[in-house]
């Protein structure tokens, strides 16, 4: 809140707002004016200014420009006394002017660190482990690989504040800011989730929609609006290329999306695509601005009315990278319902997502006995000299045992549950050398 001067004088005046939206109001002339879409150039800066009233010779609405706050001009100091000339303006103007540039370039306050902010190494999580509170998370795939799915299952847990699947979810009211479909496809899909998950389909308080036609910057003011006037916290943009608008390989349009975003003060969830090598299109400035990264991969037969996805942890800041997290994604198009279902990826179709040592191990888990160099290499459909790189490179969890046969290298309660199953028949013996 900016106060000025309190006093009797017809021009006091209060602002509100930040990074980038500010409202003044100006009780005693019965005047308000909301200051947005600001573009600074040389030294200029410029913002839209719109001015209302409930004065009785101007009521309503009284003019909007795009005002170069730096130097108004005189013309349109000249257009609001046309408005209503029983109001110094140009008094107003240079008031709203000298505040909102101030406001504006100060930006948020520097504060000095004394060890009063609680440690928390791996931050404060919104949806652990994928979405770290007040940063963007980036979740990438190719089409049609579930990313949208994803991030319409993960909107309907933090509104609802449930957690499932394995994920630890605080309650967050959610926007959906969509640049790919449309309100209809999306509504459906929430409602098919909310189904899936036991929750009534139809409800009045859910998640916000906005259907996007302009990049996150160019609609940054409406956006920030919608944010503070509904209590938004969490933000799922679908997708980060459409969000930018501007060439994807450019590192100042990402940088601007990323601020605009960053500005809204939001937890944030970013999907996107890949191009044909299933790589992450565009600037590397999408990855470095991500707090988290993940990638989406997808299994799905024809006429299957069921797909098995797993999304890939590739970046972590100030946590952990987890293990490839998979789900089942079943419809009932008679019940309307879409029900997401945690599997282990090593039971999937997309077991090969996952590191080579993990497969290793895994196959080596479920042999009854040592396994050869060729053998996991022909199981696991590469070649010997990468099994023999990643078995000597982790003898951690490998052993090598007589004749250059492998086995895992087993923990207290591995090698518990092993001695459960594997029981030897009476006169057996050990291994042969």
Known sequence: ?????????????????????????????????????????HSELKAEVSFSSQRPNASGHVLRRRVNLTSPSAAYIKDLREEDDSINWKRIVEQLAVAVTD?????????????????EPEGRWLIKPLVQVGHPTLLYGEGSSGKSWIGQYLSVLVQEGLSASGLEVEQAKVLYLDWET??????????????????????????????????????????????????????????????????????????????????????????????????????????????????????????????????????????????????????????????FTRQDVKESRLEGVLKLKDRIRNFLMTSKSPQSVSTIAQELQTSDGSISKELSMNKDMFMRVAKGMYENVLNEDEAKAKDSVDIPPPGATEWEA
């Open 1 to 41: 809140m900016y106060d000025h001067d309190q006093s009797t004088s017809p021009d006091v005046f209060d602002m509100s707002g930040s990074a980038g939206l500010y409202y003044l109001t100006w009780p005693n002339l019965h005047i308000k004016a909301e200051v947005a879409r600001f573009e600074e150039k």
């Open 103 to 119: 406001e504006y370039r100060r930006g948020m306050p520097a504060v000095e660190l004394l060890g009063q902010i609680k440690a």
């Open 182 to 339: 449309d309100v209809q496809e999306i509504g459906s899909r929430i409602a098919m989730i909310r189904s899936g998950l036991g929750l009534p389909a139809q409800y009045e308080s859910g998640v916000v929609y906005k259907y996007m036609t302009q990049g996150l910057e160019a609609d940054i003011a409406v956006v920030r609006n919608l944010v503070q006037e509904k209590g938004i916290h969490f933000v799922v943009l679908d997708s980060l290329g459409s969000a930018c608008m501007g060439e994807p390989e450019s590192a100042e349009v990402v940088l601007k999306m990323f601020g605009a975003l960053r500005s809204l003060g939001v937890t944030s969830l970013c999907i996107d695509h890949t191009n044909k090598n299933d790589v992450l299109f565009g600037s590397v400035y999408k990855r470095n601005s991500s707090r988290q990264v993940f990638h989406a991969k997808k299994s799905q037969r024809e006429q299957d009315q069921e797909f098995e996805f797993a999304i890939v942890h590739e970046k972590a800041n100030n946590s952990r990278l987890v293990a490839p997290l998979g789900w089942v994604l079943q419809f009932d198009n008679d019940e309307g319902t879409a029900t």
